[in-house]
């Protein structure tokens, strides 16, 4: 896939996840083959206020390449000012989120209550695309409801203002994150438009992933929740069926999130990754209830380590 002259190297990309895609579970992704990689959506009123905890949503190293960075908003003004705030020190390109279902985003007419004012969403791209140092992207949905399913217009309507490749969630905001992604969708908008696609819902293996490649023509594949404690999702071999198979992984996880999580959001972030991992083995139940009593993340790497023994 090539978007804006950055050649990737394999068309899996992983989503932007708020609450789970920081530097650290990037980096991981990155490490089993990710091709490219979001950052969760970054307000762009914190941006533009110099909010702390929305300037740690930026963190990012020479490592952490190709990235897009999501911003999202209502205000083409204010979002144009968030976007020529990012250069190319902080990522490769700047992604605007307009398929948030999220109440409290959709209540200010952000994310995905942007495809209900297509005017304004075009406002806000053509905002964004001039004041922007970087190329511009933009994820969407299929539409608001089944009713109206815009995603072909909507695409042509982003290219027309300057993005430089579109990902649809194959989704409508009224199905928020329930039913089937609907892959057909995605090769429709694929032929309406001239600039890549990144396919988006329910890819969960590598086969997947594959299968939506070939079966709607878009030119990368996102991966969403599929890669929760399962970063594997990036490559053929896929995850492996034993602890023992998996600690590698869970324990170069938890050194990337010690080396570069705050502190005091490292034990709680580890664990709500590490429950994932544990997702299919044997006894996995009980020992989540194990860790999740854990108080520093000394203890849990001992906790994984005994059980290893077991498995
Ligand atoms: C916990 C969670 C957080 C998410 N955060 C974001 C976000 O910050 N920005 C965004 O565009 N989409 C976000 N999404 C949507 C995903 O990027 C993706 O579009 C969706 O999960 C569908 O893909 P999947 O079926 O592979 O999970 C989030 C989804 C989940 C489950």
């Known amino acids: ?77 204010v979002m144009a000012e968030a976007a020529g705030l990012i250069t190319r020190a902080d990522g490769d390109f700047i992604d605007i989120n307009m398929g948030c279902p999220v109440r409290k985003v959709v209540k200010k007419g952000a994310g995905a209550a942007l495809m209900k004012e297509i005017k304004l969403a075009e406002r806000i791209i053509t905002q964004v695309v001039a004041h922007s140092l970087l190329p511009v992207s933009v994820k969407f949905r299929s539409g608001w409801n089944s009713e109206k399913i815009i995603a072909p217009e909507f695409a042509q309507m982003a290219e027309n203002a300057g993005a430089c490749a579109v990902t649809l969630h194959a989704r409508t905001w009224s199905q928020a994150f329930g039913g089937c992604a609907d892959w057909e969708l995605i090769a429709r908008v694929k032929d309406a438009v001239s600039i890549p696609v990144i396919g988006n819902g329910d890819i969960l293996t590598y086969t997947d992933g594959r299968r939506m490649l070939s079966k709607t023509g878009c030119d990368g594949v996102m991966v969403g929740r599929g890669a929760l404690g399962n970063p594997w999702v990036f490559s053929k071999a896929g995850r492996p069926v034993s602890l023992t198979a998996r600690l590698p992984i869970i324990l170069r996880h938890i050194e990337l999130v010690t080396e570069y999580l705050q502190a005091e959001k490292m034990l709680f972030r580890i664990k709500n990754h590490v429950g994932r991992y544990l997702s299919g083995l044997p006894g996995a139940s009980r020992l989540r209830q194990e860790f999740m009593a854990c108080a520093t993340v000394e203890e849990l790497i001992r906790l994984l380590r005994r059980e290893e023994k077991f498995t």
């Open 1 to 77: 896939m090539d978007i804006a002259s950055l050649l990737l190297d394999n068309p899996y990309v992983l989503a932007p996840l708020a609450g789970y895609t920081d530097l650290a579970f990037r980096l991981l992704c990155r490490e089993q083959g990710a091709g490219l990689c979001f950052t969760e959506m970054i307000s762009c009123h914190g941006l533009v206020y110099g909010q702390k905890n929305t300037k740690i949503l930026l963190q990012s190293t020479a490592d952490d390449r190709p990235l897009a960075i999501q911003l999202f908003g209502s205000n083409p003004e």
